[in-house]
């Protein structure tokens, strides 16, 4: 399976600010996505990130608050916009390969 | 202090048991099921996955079993050890002709093992 990386691996940030979340891959792949995972929860895809196209949001994310850069194959970045406490939580990038996701190592992200 | 927002099933068994987790899933034309286990700290790591037209399949130590007519899966660990305590979670695709990649998560399992 592929190698990710993510940076930082984790922050603590004041509300009103954003951050940008970097993942890095060792391999090229096609389809790379973004999940939060809010305290004590399950993971939930905030959007894919598409190679040379906008990214596709899932219900209830938008991507003025998350918005998404793909710029090639192995990498991928994902803001958080205007921060709140209720954006607290760990972000964590994935790749497909095949039907298969293969996730970073996560970012966890405290608002203050 | 209590933790807000932490309602995970816990799973509690000794070093040496046979540990099973179990795990509904919501759509019935989901045709594709993975096991994550995620260690605190840690991203999901991939254990076993399955298809549809399987009702079991064997790793090392770790067997999958899926009841499609009920819409449950369960992850049977053996002879649990301590490396073992993490979340577990289930996850199910619709591969929906071959386009769809997105995995829907379950809400996860605590495991504990004690020495």
């Known amino acids: 399976s592929a190698v990710i990386s993510q940076k930082p691996s984790r922050d603590i940030c004041q509300r009103g600010t954003s951050l940008t979340i970097q993942c890095q891959v060792d391999?090229?792949?096609?389809?790379m996505f973004w999940y939060r995972q809010q305290p004590g929860q399950s993971l939930t895809l905030i959007a894919t990130?598409?190679?040379?196209?906008?990214?596709?949001?899932e219900s209830g994310f938008v991507i003025d608050k998350f918005p998404i850069s793909r710029p090639n194959l192995t990498f991928s970045t994902l803001t958080v916009s205007n921060m709140s406490p209720e954006d607290s939580s760990i972000y964590l990038c994935?790749?497909?390969?095949?039907?298969?996701?293969?996730f970073g190592p996560g970012t966890r992200l405290l608002v203050l | 202090g209590e933790s807000v927002g932490l309602h995970l099933p816990t799973l509690s068994v000794q070093e040496g048991d046979n540990s099973i987790i179990n795990c509904a899933y919501s759509?019935?034309?989901?045709?594709?099921f993975i096991w994550y286990k995620q260690e605190s700290g840690k991203g999901p790591q991939f254990i076993i996955d399955?298809?549809?037209?399987?009702d079991k399949r064997q790793g090392q130590r770790v067997t999958v079993l899926l009841n499609k007519t009920v819409k449950h899966l369960s992850l049977q660990i053996a002879a649990t050890q301590p490396g073992d305590s993490a979340v577990y979670f289930c996850?199910?695709?619709?591969?929906?002709?071959?386009?769809?990649?997105?995995?829907?998560f379950g809400k996860g399992t605590l495991l504990t093992v004690n020495p």
């Open positions: 399955i298809r549809s037209n399987m």
């Open positions: 996850a199910e695709n619709w591969s929906g002709g071959g386009s769809n990649y997105k995995l829907t």
């Open positions: 994935s790749v497909a390969a095949g039907e298969t996701q293969y």
């Open positions: 990130a598409n190679q040379g196209s906008e990214a596709t949001y």
């Open positions: 759509n019935s034309a989901s045709d594709y």
């Open positions: 391999s090229q792949v096609t389809m």
